[in-house]
């Protein structure tokens, strides 16, 4: 089974796609993305301390998607290359929590914004 390296983002747009995805402090998809020649619009960035890891938030033109896909799963290879050899493990550890909170949310089982609506109440 391949391994999910990014996610993407339900936003409504005709034009554009949006995408989360990983990378380190010398942004190494940058160069893949001039390489495969993807214009790549950048949104925000989060990172956790003590972490090398960096959480892109970006968008691209529905027709660029697949070369953006194709980057990405190259953008595995340099990580290994460079020296993060943990690059897919945090990433896949990652994805599944993100996975079994919005399945949380989905069923009902994650209700802290009820509670967080209840404790103004009172």
Request: one cysteine or more; proline letters at 2%.
């Amino acid at each position: 089974m391949r391994e999910k390296l990014y996610l993407q983002l339900r936003k409504r747009s005709l034009r554009y796609a949006y995408f989360m995805f990983f990378d380190v402090e010398p942004y190494l998809a940058d160069q893949l993305f001039i390489r495969y020649n993807i214009r790549v619009w950048f949104d925000a960035e989060y990172a956790k301390e003590g972490s090398p890891y960096r959480a892109i938030l970006c968008h691209v033109r529905k027709k660029d998607v697949p070369g953006f896909l194709a980057a990405l799963e190259e953008l595995k290879k340099s990580m290994l290359i460079c020296g993060y050899e943990d690059y897919e493990a945090y990433v896949t550890e990652y994805m599944d929590a993100a996975e079994r909170a919005r399945e949380e949310i989905l069923n009902g089982k994650n209700d802290t914004a009820g509670q967080a609506i209840q404790g103004q109440q009172a």
